[in-house]
């Protein structure tokens, strides 16, 4: 072991209102042991997920997030220490590691992923990302060719795949996303066929000019006000693919998504499904499987964030959700 | 032809606000002649539907009704005189008829009904109430034994049959309806499980009781905040089946059914889904055949609330708004 401590840093206090770095508190305890069945974890990478906020909100599905104890994420942690048949030290796996150096955990329920590189494309593309984008789009949504999917947060983690995606598929991408920048590049460098700043434009009028027949499929990560404004423009038989509100997480501001939905609902016969990731794991291995061919093939560009050092943790998650990144944020702790 | 005059009933003024007897006006016309490839038909019975109030909001999934023309409505007519292939006197059909005794139309489009007796279950059991019925729990909510169906207007001419669907398909039904008598009718004649009087109960509170381990099927004939408070207890995986929105079809208090909707949609994975009955066209004698053998064998019981006389489809229809028929409303105009 590298370390001599393992250091944790404790969500403080629950956040009123907008999530501050300094809700966070670092503490140094001493490494865990692992005992018979477990394995001590030395955590490598951690993810950075919206969701994390929205967990602080109560339960949802998972456990809430409690002030006092160590921040939940999803992370890749190395095995360091064995007492489980079946894991060896240097054995990588997927798992809740939370925000500290170590974990011990017990083997059971553990799965290990395959060490590629770089390391970080299993919280990308072949992870929580890739996998939420496939499945949201292509096992929800459906897309048939010659159709025009709209997705927010589009240069998000998620919202990058689903907009390249939909170009594979045949179908035209529109890109809704928070700065020039952000639309130039999913326009220029990830082949959107249009990317719309929501902060500057009238999302409204815009979105109508880019998809003037309406929209067949739209990946909602934010809820709110974007949502209500695809609602109104969707397309008859249109599907609304429901991954997250992130616009309500941050806050108290209460969720404005879906107003006037029942009767638009009916009147389109809309299709409108929540989903998380692990719904469909099922198709991990044809997913993961896909995703590697279209990376390499050149045909799915992958952009990530990757912020070092444990201590960056909460500035890394405050940032990401005041929409500071552009694809993967995570951070890497050794 | 028995009469002389085509009397017709016109909506004088789009409403606002509520809509009242007298936005309508009784006129008369000649009868139309039928040219050739039409058949004049006579109009037998005239279904009421709350939908007929959605379509003087605008265009929803047909042209809106316009004021100073007929009303327009679905029903039951009868050929009086055929100038075309394949119709002869007698034979019935079930279109848009409108309020009125008499109109032409060209045969092309039009599709012959049996003649069943009572001719009234053309429009209720066996027509739009209970195919929207059978084809929106079955083929959208895909209820499994065990499993707890709400649903609203439940003692209307589509819920009556949802409730008692669901029980022979071994599920808990549970309505929501507006009136005490309503709900003793449902529980005690159709066999609800439950029935909740939303006017008079606190309905979350009332329907935790009736459902302590939450909603799998809602079927939603409302909006409003009883789809909202239905959202908040749909179970993990639930379906809500979006039929109607009568909440918000008389006046124009906006609809707000679906508050809070995307984060509920992601954490419990639901999936909402708007249809109208001729989705289903396909399974269109499925539905019929199983409807038959149900209602012959006992299982499922009809109720229909007609009414008599061309003239009273104004009062009929303002007061299926307010929420006054126990089952399919409809008028004998012949």
């Known amino acids: 072991m590298s370390g001599t401590v393992n250091r944790q840093i404790i969500l403080a206090e629950l956040p009123k209102g907008k999530l501050r770095a300094h809700d966070f508190k670092m503490r140094e305890a001493s490494i865990p042991q692992a005992r018979d069945g477990e394995v001590l974890l030395r955590v490598r990478l951690v993810s950075l997920d919206a969701a994390n906020r929205a967990w602080m909100q109560g339960e949802t599905y998972r456990a809430a997030t409690k002030a006092g104890s160590v921040m939940d994420a999803f992370g890749i942690a190395e095995v360091v220490e064995s007492k489980a048949a079946g894991f060896s030290r240097g054995d990588l796996v997927l798992t809740m590691t939370g925000w500290q150096d170590y974990l011990a955990l017990p083997a059971g329920h553990l799965a290990k992923v395959e060490r590629i590189d ?192 444990l201590e960056t943790l909460p500035a890394a998650l405050v940032g990401l959700l005041a929409g500071e990144n552009r694809g993967k944020r995570m951070v890497r702790v050794s």
Chains 1, 2 share one sequence.
């Open 118 to 309: 770089p390391l970080t494309h299993l919280l990308s593309v072949y992870g929580i990302a890739g996998r939420t984008a496939y499945s949201g789009l292509l096992s929800i949504g459906q897309p048939k060719e010659g159709e025009t999917v709209v997705v927010s947060a589009a240069a998000g983690s998620v919202g990058m795949y689903v907009g390249q995606i939909a170009k594979l598929k045949g179908c035209r991408a529109i890109g809704i996303a928070g700065s020039r920048e952000k639309c130039d590049w999913l326009v220029n460098e990830l082949g959107f066929d249009a990317a719309i700043n929501y902060r500057e434009a009238d999302l409204s009028g815009t979105l109508k000019a880019a998809a003037p027949a309406g929209i067949d499929i739209y990946f909602d990560n934010v809820g709110g006000t974007i949502l209500d404004t695809c609602l109104a423009q969707m397309k008859l038989y249109g599907r609304i693919i429901c991954c997250g509100a992130v616009s309500s997480y941050d806050g108290d501001v209460p969720d404005r998504g879906l107003r006037g939905a029942p009767m638009q609902i009916v009147i389109k016969r809309l299709m409108v499904r929540g989903f998380i990731m692990s719904d469909f794991n099922a198709e991990r291995d044809r997913a993961i499987t896909d995703l590697k061919a279209w990376v390499q093939a050149g045909r799915i560009k992958v952009t990530e964030d990757v912020w070092d050092g």
